[in-house]
DNA sequence: ACCTATTGAGACAACGTTGTCAACCCGCTA
DNA sequence: TAGCGGGTTGACAACGTTGTCTCAATAGGT
């Protein structure tokens, strides 16, 4: 184990500076140190400010290894994430990381494959191992039973980013997708349009059913009719989307709007409509959820909601690190207008 | 400190399992566990196998902390990076989480503004607390010399992923970005096209600036003509793709094939052909780098180069944690044919 | 002036692991 | 039979921090 230093290994051996320079520096004992740095009440403004200037002299960072082993924090903060798209994940991690950030806390990530039994040993491993303070599921994991189970008998912290199931199981961060579907659905109402179609997420998806709800709810209000056929079924992928577009295409009365329940759906939409030549936008308005990347790649710009992914995750870790009791928050989210959706008949 | 602990709290006093309850179970000091665990040499088959057996009884793990602590190892790697495309990001994760897995290690993110002297606080901060056992370094990073300064003071080990400066100041894993770009670049020419247009990455952007050199190479190669219009600076946007696109669509003679040193600006391209009516691929060729995801989304698809990104990642964690003296590794590279090309006048 | 709270500070023992070193056992040689 | 060396094993002391306990000093009430 020793013959891994070859001639050009770093040198490991440098000792660190610890508590106990930072002590010696400030004529104090370490335990006055520690308390200083951990904010702790019951330390004199003299001894306090002694205690400051030492560390940053010498430059002094807290060994977390040491502060896990012997206090009860362990500063690591566990995102566990299945595989939604990469910029979901991307988001995820910088508001997570925000928040770590700012309270001296780090960020370690887990992949897992939700569908297999592969959940628990991961939380198990990287839980028992990391002794993580709290752990962030991310969609689809903010449903798994199996993961919150093992959280809950592991008796770690958890919060959910973006649930449906349970919604009172565990504190959670998430927008309101039905009031959100609605008001898109109404947007394009409003706009003039009739003949919505709306295409759904996979059966079981959680949040995503919630879209569907939104959109159903907001046709019967306005007193809109939705006939079967304008109801598709669509896998998330851009390719289910296309598919899930010529099939709306083809139908005899052609919808003048469509409403996919994700962004990469949408793009399948209005590759559909490409092959079919028909015109976007005027021939045909379309709408996605999400305001992925790709919604500002398209031609047109596509009308989307957008999702504050970064500031849920944000919130969900401010959540951890101060315990609080909080329990479902739902964050305000934004519908984007772009280029995507015409005016149509019934405003004409 | 304590009253954080309401009624709902969960159980963090939950004792853990410790390698002391093995040793006790099998019968054996803890050293000899520690001996088993470490796989360390001079340990009977009976031994190992009773510890081997205890172990998996208790469902034991061993505590991260202690080890970081006791020991040289932290069994932590960390990743660093700006901000590049969050697909980008996201295939290193998947990489690097994939051989810290195999290895038991853990792998944390980092992310920090390169511009900024933030570089090393963020560093500092984090190894220095962390007690990383050695970080990946990705681009723009990787040639960050305020980041490879600071890793060298510290004493940590570091590679570098796709580098473009100082080829042998560290370890590094990347592909050969002037060839692949010589390759696309005989790819459109051997398909028919001369007139041939390249959109350069920013200056100073560093791997990037081997893929013009590859062109240029390339072109000069097969006696080709690159008049001055037709190297255009880009931004590695979608944007400054429909700026430069618009530029050379307007030039006199324009060409029939355009080769972007990224994605983003060859949709960029795309969407100006579609703005000028331009027939795709009939009229003009598109070609890209990268293979990010919104290449399969496009209309046509776009043919680009892949980088094993993921495989670049899990080859540079493995060097880390195996420490080896490996240099400069270079992986393949795929050019990835799809629509976007059409035959050119040349082979008509 | 005396006693009692209250607050500030330090000594010391954890925490769970690995590194060091000494002791042991075994079979072999002199 | 004693001595020797290689291969195993265990005792014990780190590692750097926080929690607990104790003690001193100060303030407040009679």
Redesign the pocket.
């Known amino acids: ?2 013959d891994r230093d070859g001639p050009a290994a770093p040198d490991r051996t440098v ?2 500076i ?3 320079h930072v002590a010696e520096r400030a004529g ?7 308390r200083v ?2 904010k702790e ?4 403004a ?2 306090r400010e002694a205690v400051e200037r030492a560390a940053a002299e010498l430059n ?4 977390i290894s ?2 896990a ?4 924090r362990s500063y690591l903060i566990g995102l566990v994430y299945d595989n939604p798209s990469s910029n979901y994940v991307s988001e995820l991690q910088i508001g997570a990381m925000a928040a770590c950030k700012r309270a001296g806390y780090h960020l370690v990530i887990e992949q897992v494959e939700s569908a297999s039994l592969d959940v628990r040993t991961v939380i198990r491993e990287a839980v028992g191992t990391l002794r993580l303070d709290g752990v962030l599921l991310s969609p689809p994991l903010s449903d798994n039973d199996l993961a919150m189970s093992e959280l809950e008998a592991l008796g770690i912290p958890y919060v959910r980013i973006a649930p449906y199931l349970y919604p009172d199981r565990a504190p959670s961060v998430g927008i309101d997708d039905q009031l959100a579907a609605a008001q898109m659905t109404f947007h394009l109402w409003d706009r003039g349009h009739r003949d919505i179609a709306f295409i759904a997420p996979p059966q079981g998806h959680a949040a995503a059913a919630r879209r569907r709800d939104g959109f159903l709810h907001a046709m019967a209000e306005r007193g809109g009719a939705v006939p079967p056929g304008f109801m598709q079924e669509g896998a998330f992928t851009t390719v289910s989307g296309i598919e899930a577009g010529h099939a709306l295409l083809a139908l005899p009365t052609r919808p003048t709007a469509i409403f996919a329940s994700n962004d990469d759906m949408a793009t399948g939409v209005m590759i559909a409509a490409y092959q079919a030549g028909i015109d976007l936008p005027g021939d045909l308005s379309v709408v996605g959820f999400d305001d992925s990347p790709i919604a500002r790649s398209l031609h047109p710009l596509l009308t989307t909601v957008r999702q504050p992914t970064a500031a849920m995750a944000e919130a969900a870790t401010d959540m951890l690190i101060r315990s609080g009791q909080a329990r479902a928050v739902a964050l305000d989210f934004d519908l984007v207008m772009r280029g995507s959706v015409a005016i149509g008949p019934a405003a004409r």
Chains 1, 2 share one sequence.
């Open positions: 184990m020793t000792r660190q610890t508590i106990r104090v004992s370490i335990k006055s140190v520690s740095l951990n009440p019951a330390v004199s003299a001894i002094y960072r807290p060994n040491a502060r082993l012997a206090g009860a």
